[in-house]
């Protein structure tokens, strides 16, 4: 049964940081590019970061480059997102996401299994 598994998530300060993982079972982690998409209260799905299967490329909203950064264990089957320097409006819920392809885009349309999710939250 293919399984995506966030955590990591919680409140933050402006200016603060969190680190999310995403742990992948049940199919071939390895082989599969992964994503960050967000949705914020009351708007649409935002893609937000992605990583290439070998973790060698990897892609950024603009909104978030500089800020974060999104890194891959394949022996560990996960994926993790590093955000720093956060600021009310990446406050969002969090989801991880299969592509069906080897390299990330920002096309939902080529994601075929999601996470639940982890809700951040940055606030003073």
């Known amino acids: 049964q293919m399984k995506l598994v966030e955590s990591g ?4 300060q402006p200016g603060g940081s969190l680190r999310l993982s995403c742990a992948g079972s049940g199919f071939t982690f390895s082989r599969y590019a992964i994503s960050w998409i967000r949705q914020a209260p009351g708007k ?3 893609w937000v970061a992605g ?3 070998d973790g060698r490329d990897t892609y950024f909203t603009d909104s978030v480059k500089g800020r974060f950064t999104i890194s891959r264990d394949n022996a560990k089957n996960t994926v993790a997102l590093q ?4 600021t009310p409006e990446d406050t969002a819920h969090y989801s991880c996401a299969k592509s069906i392809l080897h390299i ?3 096309n939902l349309r080529e994601y075929d299994y999601w996470g639940q999710g982890t809700q951040v939250t ?3």
């Open 83 to 86: 955000m720093t320097n956060l």
């Open 44 to 46: 649409g799905l935002e």
């Open 104 to 106: 990330a885009t920002m």
């Open 9 to 12: 998530g919680g409140l933050a």
């Open 122 to 124: 940055v606030s003073s």
């Open 51 to 53: 990583i290439s299967t």
